[in-house]
């Protein structure tokens, strides 16, 4: 049986444990709301870009098409992009996102390719480190802006693009959390590199019958599209990734801050019953005394 | 009368109004777009997009860098990486 003195120092510590979670839940339903804000602004860009580039892959094709829509023609060596968030207190998300990279890589690994990953983010490389030491590429490191942009989202891109013109990989996946809810963000992983060709139906109801005069040509303005889509797609990563983040958080310190609400009622009971039973006690004791006089 | 005028970024929807004219700095040279003009698309160069509101009015001046534009039957969509001011 722990002493008053000790029982009351357990009260105030998971006390002022509570005030922590609490705070950071605040911040986070704060936060959630600008990060949704953000991901819903960056949808119109994306949605054109897409709804161009599906106009345009249908156009061109065959051998004229750039490499970045046509892949290297090998399908070895992939790279699997994993984009974590840079800080924790936000329960599974991150070990969510690192389960689905390892379920994807153990599936490559199992037909034979050669996996190796690029970390966005720090939570991410400590879990994967553990089973893919050497496969690891580059960790990528969101943490010294306080809100990821587009300048992030650009030189990820570029050295991405880079590296899969020197040939250092055929195929890229992204992996990344989908904010369905502040309750629910599903990991996904989707191909980036390279550039799925959207589907043919959509592309010939945006071009319409119309004969679009393009300038300078089809292939050079694809050539400029593609970098620029993969740039978007990082982006939208990226925004995703914040709305989780704190939608998870949120959640996560919402359960923190009722687990300590529960666990303090649980303490002040037990402290009640034994300053109670001390009383008795010693109640008892002059009782006898008095007695025995 | 009016051409549906949208200049899009990454974050954010930055212009959708329906304006008179508007002239862009294509990569071959600027190009101004009037209502109705024929389907057309063209990468940009870093420069400055004119917004005529009205028929010889002052333009207004938004710089872009990088991007493309397209005229389809909807208007002229601008789809900027970076927009300054």
Known sequence: ?293 | MALHFELVTPAKLVRSEDVHMVVVPGAEGEFGVLEGHAPFMSTIRDGAVQVFKTEGGAPETIEVRGGFAEVGENGLTVLAEHVEG
């Not at chain 1, 968030?85 to 690994?109: H, P, Q, W, Y």
């Open chain 1, 1 to 293: 049986m722990a002493s008053l003195k000790e029982l009351k120092g357990r009260i105030n510590s998971v006390k002022s444990t509570q005030k922590i979670t609490k705070a950071k839940q605040m911040v986070a339903a704060a936060k959630l709301r600008r990060a949704q804000a953000a991901a819903e602004a960056a949808r119109p860009y994306a949605e054109r870009l897409s709804g161009v580039m599906a106009s345009l892959a249908g156009k061109v094709s065959g051998d004229s098409a750039p490499k970045l829509l046509a892949g290297t023609g090998a399908n070895q060596r992939h790279l699997l992009v994993v984009v974590n968030t840079d800080k924790g207190l936000c329960g599974g998300l991150n070990s969510n996102i690192v389960k689905a990279a390892k379920v994807k890589a153990r599936a490559l690994i199992a037909e034979g390719k050669d996996v190796s990953f690029y970390l966005v983010g720090k939570k991410g490389r400590a879990p994967i480190k553990r089973d893919y030491a050497d496969r690891i590429e580059k960790w990528f490191d969101t943490s010294a802006v306080r809100q990821p942009g587009f300048e992030e989202a650009e030189a990820i891109a570029d050295e991405l693009i880079e590296r899969f013109e020197k040939g250092e990989f055929d195929v890229a996946h992204l992996v990344y959390p989908i904010f369905k809810s502040a309750l629910a963000q599903d990991p996904t992983v989707d191909q980036l590199i390279p550039v799925p060709s959207p589907a043919k139906g959509d592309g010939a109801a945006a071009g319409g019958d119309a004969v679009v005069e393009y300038e300078p040509g089809e292939e050079e303005i694809l050539e400029e599209l593609l970098p620029r889509y993969v740039r978007t797609q990082l982006f939208g990563a990226l925004l995703e990734r914040e709305a989780s983040e704190q939608g998870a958080s949120m959640t996560a310190m919402d359960n923190a801050t009722r687990n300590a609400g529960d666990l303090i009622n649980k303490l002040t009971i037990q402290y009640n019953r034994s300053r109670q039973a001390a009383i008795t006690t010693e109640l008892i004791e002059i009782i006898a005394g008095a007695e025995a006089l």
